[in-house]
């Protein structure tokens, strides 16, 4: 399945649920797209290997860290984890927006 088109993606991070909205692009074995959060837009791109989604990200509120996705695609759901830099790992669930 692919995973192209809009996400709503819930990240529940220890500081509580985020929310984030992403729009994807595959092609082939690489995606791009962008993710909306509360702290603005940013671009993203990242591998495609089957139903399994990784890239990274960094972010500098609350405070300045590389966060790293994995997510596998089933159908019009997505759920994976972000590793949190030094603060851990985090489940993350999605849908098809």
């Known amino acids: 399945m692919s995973a192209d088109g809009n996400w709503k993606i819930t990240i529940n991070s220890p500081m509580g649920a985020q929310?984030?909205?992403?729009?994807?692009?595959?092609?082939?074995?690489?995606?791009?797209?962008?993710?909306?959060?509360?702290?603005?837009?940013?671009?993203?791109?990242g591998k495609v290997d089957g139903d399994k989604l990784t890239w990274s990200t960094s972010i500098t509120s609350p405070m300045p860290m590389t966060?790293?996705?994995?997510?596998?695609?089933?159908?019009?759901?997505?759920s994976g984890n972000v590793k949190l830099g030094a603060f851990g790992n985090a489940p993350l669930t999605g849908t098809r927006a």
């Open 67 to 78: 966060l790293e996705f994995e997510a596998t695609v089933s159908g019009d759901a997505m």
């Open 19 to 45: 929310t984030v909205t992403a729009s994807i692009t595959t092609n082939g074995g690489t995606f791009t797209g962008t993710t909306q959060t509360p702290a603005g837009e940013q671009a993203i791109e």
